[in-house]
């Protein structure tokens, strides 16, 4: 099983402000996706494949990295932002996903 | 536009069955895999399940394997969940995702879920 390891737990911030959040996989993985999840919502696809943007993605919202460090970065926070952030691998089954990331209005 | 509505959720006790279903609409079901993610309250995603387009691959979460069984009708564009010997630490909402493509991928679309809640 790949363990998928976020870090912050949680990030507080100011609408505006760069948000950096952090993925590391326990073995290389190619598939990496990222979602949001707001309370009461389901999860919404952001970002697969480490650095594409789902259909209709705002571009403030990036992936990077590759192997087994992977990073989504929010560039300028908007009041819609603040909400939980999961990654997730499908390289193999099971699709892991990390803990997540709250990103708290500060 | 992409739906997926789940149903078949409810309370129920410890040892009991329940099945959960999913129904499709709005892409061409028999072209992806599908598959089942929960999410206990106030908890983090916990994949449970995935079945190919055909039924000829799938796969299980080790904390379920062997209690839960995933199956699909594409004749009726629907997903389905038999999950039996149900234990307090099922208790979650059941959400049903799509594959983004027709290989190993991310999950492109979600229903809104259905809650199970397993107690006495």
């Known amino acids: 099983e790949i363990l998928l390891t976020q870090s912050p737990g949680t990030l507080s911030l100011s609408p505006g402000e760069r948000a950096t959040l952090s993925c590391r996989a326990s073995?290389?993985?190619?598939?990496l996706a990222w979602y949001q999840q707001k309370p009461g919502q389901p999860p919404r696809l952001l970002i697969y494949?480490?650095?594409s943007r789902a259909t209709g993605i705002p571009d403030r919202f990036s992936g990077s990295g590759s192997g087994t460090d992977f990073t989504l970065t929010i560039s300028r926070l908007q009041p819609e932002d603040f909400a939980v952030y999961y990654c997730?691998?499908?390289?193999?089954?099971?699709?892991?996903f990390g803990q997540g990331t709250k990103v708290e209005i500060k | 536009e992409v739906q997926l509505v789940e149903s078949g959720g409810g309370l129920i006790q410890p040892g009991r069955s329940l099945r959960l279903s999913c129904a499709a609409s709005?892409?061409?079901?028999?072209?992806?895999?599908m598959h089942w993610v929960r999410q206990a309250p106030g908890k983090g995603l916990e994949w449970v399940s995935g079945?190919?387009?055909?039924?000829?691959?799938?796969f299980y979460a080790d904390s379920v394997k062997g209690r839960f069984t995933i199956s699909r009708d594409n004749a009726k564009n629907s997903l389905y969940l038999q999950m039996n010997s149900l234990r307090d630490e099922d208790t979650a909402l059941y959400y049903c995702?799509?594959?983004?493509?027709?290989?190993?991928?991310?999950?492109?679309?979600w229903g809104l879920g259905t809650l199970v809640t397993v107690s006495s």
């Open positions: 709005g892409f061409t079901f028999d072209d992806y895999s």
């Open positions: 997730q691998q499908s390289d193999i089954s099971p699709r892991t």
């Open positions: 079945i190919s387009w055909n039924s000829d691959l799938i």
């Open positions: 073995q290389s993985v190619s598939t």
């Open positions: 494949g480490a650095s």
């Open positions: 995702a799509k594959d983004r493509n027709s290989g190993p991928s991310s999950f492109d679309s």
